[in-house]
């Protein structure tokens, strides 16, 4: 049980070919083998799932430098978000300080490499998945997943509070109708019981601090926020799941999941299953470029409903999603399950996702 | 910046956008959102919040600060990424010469949130850096 591996993406992306997969598979640690993880005694005790199954939404706040409280847009601007990509000012406006900022961290090495495999990246081959489909494996004893040596740029990172924010999570895109949906944690679009919807999301897929390029198809604004009930106000974490409805973006003004594809959903599966799990956790590489983890995910507990695993993601990897069936060759594979928390041993957890999860997937897909 | 909401705004809103979107839009949560209406006041505001600063932080880790602002002359406020402030404390280190101050940043957990579950989001807080001597007009560098 929770045994896992777990590397980084290397510095360029997966359209990279032979570069990317060497340097990843180069990079890849030896699984790591955790002891057997005791089920938690919660200080707080968690509820059993909620009785209520149902969700809201929100259109997405936005909160400019100057403004006392969240915004609204016109449907004059947002007609006109959907034609130019979003708002320039949550898509743009952190980027000159924060880049400025965040140089001598990371200084990148070799400039003349760094240009080219930027340049390689940018072209742009849409995939989209099957449709969200159940998941039948419930009774099967999960196989190891094979090491993931394909960065898939279906997912990415979502900033909160604008591009390239110092607060973040990770999110990826679903194929549904609209094209348009991402899915991630429920404490990455409201801050749950007492809290309030965060605002200024921004999702970039295939993220990467360490290419000249850090979005290598663009970026996605936010247009609406949806998450259960049972996350707004009893900070439920059998329920952690959000959605973002986002406008058309990225570098050609297509909707998000024309842009990178759409992994399926896999819902009323068991606990226990093989996955392999993206995120920008901050414990590695500060969050900069994407990290993958695979191995089973078991039984979190009897107590709630929800999956573990011994990732050791930290602070940012939240949302990011947990893939069952994951293929390196096409990128996409079926999200069972989000990132949601961490414990002081680096055990990760995540819901399950169950009827009400699909329910919610096509609620955020009608929220456009 | 995001700054503090009260969850009254946020009822506001979602009603505003159930009433503009009630063409196409999610129409049947309107008792959740009473639901909401009676959650006490917000105790997780999404304004940048300040990060205990301690010095028996669990496996803390240099973090790279982004900004800093002078909050008096003997008082830096720099901002770093973070877990939650529940779960993360901060135990910053300074080095003053004439000329400059120099300040390094290690997160950690705190003590108290061993054996508790975090939710796993990145957080810009800020933690605050006292200095020993006024910082006047000298410059404010990374410490490595």
Not at chain 2, 77 to 103: K, L, M, N, Q
Request: include cysteine; glycine fraction near 10%; charged fraction near 15%.
């Amino acid at each position: 049980m929770g045994v896992s591996g777990r590397t980084r993406t290397s510095r360029s992306n997966r359209r990279l070919g032979a570069i990317a997969l060497a340097a990843a598979v180069a990079a890849i640690l030896p699984a790591t083998g955790t002891a057997a993880v005791p089920a938690w005694a919660d200080t707080k005790p968690t509820r059993a799932a909620g009785s209520d199954l149902s969700t809201s939404s929100s259109l997405a706040p936005v909160q400019l430098p100057g403004d006392k409280a969240a915004h609204t847009y016109s449907p004059e601007q947002l007609k006109a978000f959907e034609r130019t990509g979003g708002d320039p000012a949550v898509l743009a406006y952190w980027t000159q300080e924060r880049m400025k900022a965040a140089k001598p961290l990371d200084a990148p090495g070799d400039a003349a490499w760094i240009e080219n495999t930027a340049r390689a990246v940018a072209s742009k081959t849409p995939a989209v998945a099957t449709k969200p489909m159940p998941a039948t494996i419930a009774k099967k004893v999960p196989n190891y997943p094979p090491p993931v040596t394909n960065f898939s740029i279906t997912n990415g990172k979502l900033f909160i509070g604008g591009y390239e924010s110092g607060s973040w999570c990770s999110a990826s895109a679903i194929n549904t109708p609209s094209t348009r949906v991402l899915i991630t944690a429920g404490h990455c679009v409201h801050g749950g019981q007492g809290g309030t919807w965060l605002t200024n999301l921004v999702f970039v897929p295939g993220y990467n601090a360490f290419n000249a390029d850090h979005d290598p198809v663009g970026r996605f604004q936010a247009y609406s926020l949806r998450t259960f009930n049972e996350w707004m106000n009893n900070s439920n974490f059998n329920r952690d799941v959000g959605w973002v409805t986002t406008f058309s973006g990225g570098d050609w003004g297509a909707t998000v999941v024309d842009t990178v594809g759409g992994h399926g959903l896999a819902y009323n599966g068991g606990t226990e299953f093989d996955v392999s799990i993206f995120g920008y956790p901050s414990n590695h590489d500060g969050g900069n470029t994407m990290w993958a983890c695979w191995g089973v995910a078991t039984d979190s507990s009897i107590w709630d409903d929800r999956s573990q695993i011994g990732c050791n993601f930290g602070p940012g990897s939240s949302g990011g999603p947990w893939i069952w069936d994951y293929d390196n060759g096409s990128g996409l594979g079926w999200v069972r399950s989000v990132m949601s928390t961490v414990d002081d041993s680096g055990v990760n957890r995540g819901p399950y996702f169950d009827t009400a999860v699909l329910d919610g997937t096509n609620a955020a897909d009608g929220d456009w | 910046m995001p700054t503090r909401q009260s969850p009254r705004l946020a009822v506001l809103l979602l009603v505003g956008v159930m009433v503009a979107l009630s063409a196409c839009g999610p129409a049947a949560e309107s008792s959740s959102d009473d639901d909401t209406t009676a959650t006490p006041a917000p105790n997780a505001s999404p304004s940048p919040g300040t990060l205990p600063v301690r010095n028996d932080l669990v496996n803390p880790q240099v973090v790279p600060w982004r900004t800093w602002r002078a909050v008096d002359n003997r008082t830096l406020e720099v901002t770093v990424t973070a877990g939650p402030i529940d779960c993360y404390g901060a135990e910053p280190e300074v080095a003053e010469s004439e000329a400059a101050v120099r300040v390094r940043v290690r997160v950690g957990l705190l003590p108290d949130a061993a054996g508790k579950e975090c939710p796993a989001i990145a957080q810009e807080s800020v933690v605050l850096v006292r200095l020993a001597a006024p910082l006047d007009t000298r410059k404010v560098e990374h410490l490595t």
